[in-house]
């Protein structure tokens, strides 16, 4: 079946320009199924991400962008073609994908309640052998001096906005290439949602990561965004450049409130 194609009707995907780009992707899914247990939740997903790019996913409650993030970490059961880097990743274990610089912030940050601030973020450089891991830890300090202040208390007491920047100091702790951020604004006030997004993009341009946010805050996700994919039940509604998203007006209706 293809993207955008449901059993019985035809909807065809709609693109917009600025669309995405078929060679030299860092991250490509072609044709993704999704399964919890026998039911299928996403349809054939066709997606793209470059190098250092941010692409934005929208959707409503219960479209699939969750399960699109799994289905790239490989913490959900999938069909179809997964590349990362040039190399398959669709057989390849959760542990193997973040080896290969992947990181994900699930929704609800997953913050460790009971280790302090200090050990959730060293948490994240797990995997690594390196030496640089100390002038990572000051460098994220450096990011969030609110992190800094609260170091050796323990995470369970921090904020939810304290907890979001926790979360995504300890993903990046991992040096990954990919970010995947799961509505990181979610329950945050808007002043620290501004905060938060101004953070992103220092990061994205500071260390060049890419980034996949899925966000309910379209408005500030598309500013950040160079493109974006809206689904709808499982399969991508119109995909295309941030600022033909912005100025569609489907999208404009349900996802920008104008
Ligand atoms: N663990 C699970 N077991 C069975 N079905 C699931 C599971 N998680 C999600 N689903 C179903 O898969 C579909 C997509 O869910 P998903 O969580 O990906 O949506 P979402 O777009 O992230 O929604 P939200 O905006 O509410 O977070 C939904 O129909 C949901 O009920
Ligand atoms: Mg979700």
């Known amino acids: 079946?293809?993207?955008?194609?449901?059993?019985?009707?035809?909807?065809?995907?709609?693109?917009?320009?600025?669309?995405?780009?078929?060679?030299?992707?860092?991250?490509?899914?072609?044709?993704?199924?999704?399964?919890?247990?026998?039911?299928?939740?996403?349809?054939?997903?066709d997606l793209t991400v470059d190098q250092g790019e941010v692409v934005v996913v929208l959707g409503a409650n219960g479209a699939g962008k969750t399960t699109l993030l799994r289905?790239?970490?490989?913490?959900?059961?999938?069909?179809?073609?997964?590349?990362?880097?040039?190399?398959?990743?669709?057989?390849?274990?959760?542990?193997?994908?973040?080896?290969?610089?992947?990181?994900?912030?699930p929704q609800g940050r997953g913050t460790l309640v009971d280790l302090s601030v200090d050990d959730n973020i060293r948490a994240g450089g797990y995997i690594r052998r390196d030496k640089e891991v100390e002038a990572d830890v000051r460098y994220w300090y450096d990011?969030?001096?609110?992190?800094?202040?609260?170091?050796?208390?323990?995470?369970?007491?921090?904020?939810?906005?304290?907890?979001?920047?926790?979360?995504?100091?300890?993903?990046?702790?991992?040096?990954?290439?990919?970010?995947?951020?799961?509505?990181?604004?979610?329950?945050?006030?808007?002043?620290?949602?501004r905060q938060l997004f101004d953070v992103l993009a220092r990061v994205c341009a500071e260390r060049s990561v890419a980034m996949v946010v899925v966000?309910?805050?379209?408005?500030?996700?598309?500013?950040?965004?160079?493109?974006?994919?809206?689904?709808?039940?499982?399969t991508v509604a119109v995909t295309g450049a941030a600022d033909r998203l912005r100025n569609d007006e489907s999208v404009r209706r349900a996802y920008l409130g104008y």
């Not at 398959?88 to 973040?98: E, F, H, L, N, R």
């Not at 966000?215 to 499982?234: C, T």
Request: glycine share 14%; with cysteine.
């Open 1 to 45: 079946m293809r993207q955008g194609e449901l059993p019985g009707e035809s909807v065809t995907q709609r693109e917009l320009p600025g669309g995405s780009r078929t060679h030299g992707a860092l991250l490509e899914l072609r044709d993704v199924h999704a399964y919890y247990g026998d039911v299928e939740c996403l349809h054939g997903i």
């Open 71 to 105: 289905s790239i970490c490989r913490l959900v059961r999938t069909k179809g073609d997964i590349t990362f880097g040039g190399k398959q990743i669709g057989g390849k274990s959760t542990y193997d994908v973040v080896r290969r610089g992947v990181s994900m912030v």
């Open 143 to 193: 990011v969030f001096p609110r992190l800094a202040e609260r170091k050796s208390t323990s995470g369970g007491s921090l904020s939810g906005g304290e907890q979001q920047m926790l979360a995504i100091a300890r993903a990046l702790m991992s040096r990954p290439t990919l970010l995947l951020l799961d509505e990181p604004s979610l329950g945050l006030a808007p002043i620290v949602v």
């Open 215 to 234: 966000e309910q805050n379209a408005a500030l996700a598309l500013d950040m965004a160079q493109r974006g994919y809206v689904l709808e039940a499982g």
